[in-house]
């Protein structure tokens, strides 16, 4: 995902003024800009405070320290300083364009790109305003409108790396993945060390298979900021033999990602000694059964010592992986029998005596973590799924945990969804003891799509027509997982084809009395 564009005040300057020993508020202002731009945002955000108790109502100083704060990762509070800002003056376009950057971190893109409209009426020529209303409408699936603000952005700037990158970005999310490595390409040329364009570069050539140049420029996005993973301070694993030596693969995103690359822990373990991963506490059991794994932790109460690392999404480069030598194999996500029976249980129990023969059972999935910036894209509303719940003799099983879960009750009894009554929260071992249990999966690009194709369930996964690298360009099949299916949308935002389409291959498939391979039943 491209990063918007911010900036500092104008005339704001590094260099200390030559009268700031005259003006105490004017040296707390160079120091917070001097240290703004060497990346120390906390001690920026503490000099900017400084300088605003000495002048309350100077904008230039309000809107370094909203930068300072949103920079940090902090958008609820930089709006609030924002917005104390245009109380002050209600049509400053630096401003406008950074409340906007505030709202669309927030999520509330209409918002942000009113306040980009504004900061454009006021100065048209305005660079980071075209550019950020063309990112929010490109977020919102408005990608010609998109386009249309990207390339004014570009003409005010022709050899911005910046604006390059964008247009690239937008291209990409309408699947011209051709033009967009070519912009990718050109702003690399402005900027060779440009760490988001080598990463978004990455995703383009990952999506279309060119793992040789892809997973290469996938590394970058560990100098990309703010990066999610470990700190680890120990060596980064080339690939040698480590015998007598212990390695830590760390998990650095969503559980999806950890799910995803575990795979290769079994080629990491046959170089030599042992293996430890740090990963979240929601997949650790699992991943702790997984071949290969010596000992997984959470890090939060014991961090053992280790002597090399690497993230578990470097794997692929630190192998070379190519798409023939994917090692696809699968179950490699392990359940626990003792889980199983217990699921087991509770699932026959759920169901109740039946007159007729065992219903055949879809674990459905709707909903994504929220905090993931394509969540509206990947996640559907669960009313989407009433084409299958309808099919005669289906019944709809719950594996949605946490966000999304009110969707049931708001269902209003218009089909019935399954939910499994647990004493503890769930965690992904029990939802593998689960997914055993059934005939098929249906997911979003979400953790649990992972999950039944590592344990190599029979899983269809609905997908966006903004599709995320992993799915590559145009499959219905996946590499990474021979039990899967992919449903493309063919218009962005539209799911109802998608489910009808699925709804249409199920009912054949229960006609011709085909059930899969490994089913419950």
């Excluded at 170089?271 to 650790?284: A, D, F």
């Excluded at 190519?322 to 199983?340: I, N, R």
Aim: aromatic share 8%; net charge negative.
């Amino acid at each position: 995902m491209a990063g918007m564009q911010d900036g500092l005040a104008d005339g704001a300057d590094p260099a200390p003024d030559p009268v700031a020993h005259e003006d105490p508020a004017l040296g707390y202002r160079n120091q917070a800009i001097a240290l703004w731009l060497q990346g120390r945002f906390a001690e920026s955000e503490a000099a900017s405070r400084q300088a605003l108790e000495l002048r309350p109502d100077d904008l230039d100083g309000l809107n370094d320290l909203g930068l300072a704060i949103w920079r940090q990762g902090r958008p609820a509070e930089a709006e609030a300083v924002y917005r104390r800002a245009c109380a002050i003056q209600t049509d400053d376009y630096r401003i406008l364009t950074n409340l906007g950057l505030a709202l669309s971190d927030l999520n509330r893109k209409d918002e942000a790109a009113e306040c980009f409209r504004r900061a454009l009426r006021v100065r048209p020529d305005c660079f980071d305003a075209r550019m950020n209303l063309g990112i929010v409408l490109s977020d919102q699936g408005r990608f010609e409108d998109a386009v249309e603000w990207l390339l004014g952005a570009l003409e005010l700037r022709p050899h911005s790396a910046d604006a390059l990158q964008n247009v690239g970005m937008n291209l990409l999310r309408q699947g011209k993945w051709a033009e967009a490595i070519h912009y990718y390409e050109r702003a690399l040329e402005q900027r060779p060390d440009f760490p988001e364009v080598h990463r978004n570069l990455a995703y383009a050539l990952l999506c279309c298979g060119d793992f040789e140049r892809g997973w290469p420029e996938h590394e970058w996005r560990l100098k990309c900021r703010p990066h999610p993973g470990a700190r680890i301070n120990r060596t980064f694993w080339n690939g040698d033999d480590f015998r007598g030596r212990t390695i830590l693969l760390h998990a650095e995103q969503g559980y999806g990602d950890t799910l995803q690359f575990i795979r290769f822990a079994p080629m990491v373990k046959r170089r030599g000694g042992r293996v430890l991963v740090l990963c979240q506490t929601q997949v650790l059991r699992l991943i702790a059964r997984c071949p290969g794994v010596d000992l997984a932790f959470e890090g939060s109460s014991y961090v053992p010592d280790c002597d090399i690392h690497a993230p578990l999404m470097s794997l692929p480069a630190i192998f070379g992986t190519t798409l023939a030598t994917l090692p696809a194999s699968v179950p490699y996500l392990a359940v626990d029998p003792v889980l199983v029976e217990h699921w087991r249980t509770v699932l026959a129990e759920a169901l109740g005596p039946s007159p007729v023969a065992r219903p055949f059972l879809i674990g459905i999935a709707w909903q994504g973590s929220p905090a993931n910036r394509a969540d509206s894209w990947r996640s559907y509303p669960l009313a989407q799924l009433a084409p299958l719940a309808e099919l005669p003799g289906v019944r709809l099983v719950s594996l949605q945990v946490d966000q999304g879960v009110d969707q049931i009750a708001a269902l209003g009894g218009r089909f019935p969804v399954l939910e499994l009554p647990s004493r503890r929260p769930r965690d992904f071992l029990d939802t593998a003891a689960i997914v055993t249990q059934l005939d098929l999966v249906i997911s979003p690009c979400t953790a649990v799509a992972h999950l039944a194709g590592g344990l190599g369930a029979r899983v269809w996964v609905a997908l966006c027509s903004a599709a995320d690298w992993r799915w590559h360009v145009g499959r219905e099949d996946s590499p990474w997982y021979p039990t899967m299916r992919l449903f493309r949308q063919t218009t962005f935002g539209c799911w109802e084809d998608v489910f009808g389409r699925m709804a249409e291959t199920l009912k054949r498939e229960l006609a011709a009395g085909r059930l899969p391979a490994g089913s419950a039943a």
